[in-house]
């Protein structure tokens, strides 16, 4: 069964320093989101992204957070510089299209020390 | 701004007895998803209701959309502890297609 990958599960850093993670989605899908969860909360969306291109980021920090799908395909969300408040599980969910249902997957547990 | 609101937000009840988890949500939208998760783990899909009156079963689960009430529900029936694990609702964005997600009901079946 399709699946959507994500790397690495989990990750440690200090403050200040960047880290970056990836999404594979499942073929075909055109539309991709990132998702952060704060413990004890529901996601939030971070940004989303239609093909190559980003829908929506009005809830990314941009003066520390980037994301990109350069090819429609795989995606990379990077940090830098990690604070300590980004301590939370980092989502990828990907769908046919916007208005299809969304697949998640494991997501990658990031802590900041 | 779409606001998403569940409740209860924790819920500990015992096996063999039912319950409802409420999902009431600030927008017009035809489209209600409700996830699964476990602790530490990813989302897993449970339903998707997309118009008003949608009613959907999945072994002790069942979940229903009211549109007009702008309400949702998730009815546990004669609960099992495999059921305990934290059940969010969510719904489209009003301004596009990602979700909103409410801050989930955490559930603890106990014997």
């Known amino acids: 069964e399709a699946e959507v990958a994500q790397s690495p599960r989990y990750k440690i850093t200090e403050k200040s320093q960047a880290v970056a993670f990836w999404c594979d989605p499942i073929s075909g899908h055109a539309t991709l989101y990132w998702y952060r969860q704060i413990l004890g909360q529901g996601p939030e969306l971070l940004v989303q992204?239609?093909?190559?291109?980003?829908?929506?980021d009005s809830q990314l920090p941009k003066d520390r957070f980037s994301a990109e799908r350069l090819k429609g395909v795989d995606s990379t969300l990077k940090i830098q510089p990690a604070e300590l408040g980004d301590s939370a599980m980092y989502l990828c969910?990907?769908?046919?299209?916007?208005?299809?249902?969304?697949?998640f997957g494991p997501g990658t547990r990031l802590t900041v020390l | 701004e779409l606001k998403v609101e569940q409740n209860p937000l924790f819920l500990s009840m015992q096996e063999g007895k039912n319950y409802t988890i409420y999902c009431n949500y600030s927008?017009?939208?035809?489209?209600l998803y409700w996830y699964r998760q476990d602790p530490g783990k990813s989302l897993e899909s449970l339903f998707v209701l997309l118009s008003n009156g949608a009613v959907k079963q999945e072994g002790r689960l069942m979940a229903s959309l009211d549109t007009k009430a702008r309400l949702s529900t998730l009815h546990i029936t004669a609960a099992v502890h495999d059921l305990s694990a934290t059940y969010f609702c969510?719904?489209?964005?009003?301004?596009?297609?990602?979700?909103?997600f409410g801050k989930g009901t955490s559930l603890l079946v106990t014997p």
């Open positions: 927008t017009t939208s035809d489209r």
């Open positions: 992204f239609q093909d190559e291109s980003v829908v929506d």
């Open positions: 969510a719904v489209d964005k009003d301004s596009g297609y990602a979700l909103n």
């Open positions: 969910a990907s769908s046919l299209g916007a208005h299809n249902e969304q697949f």
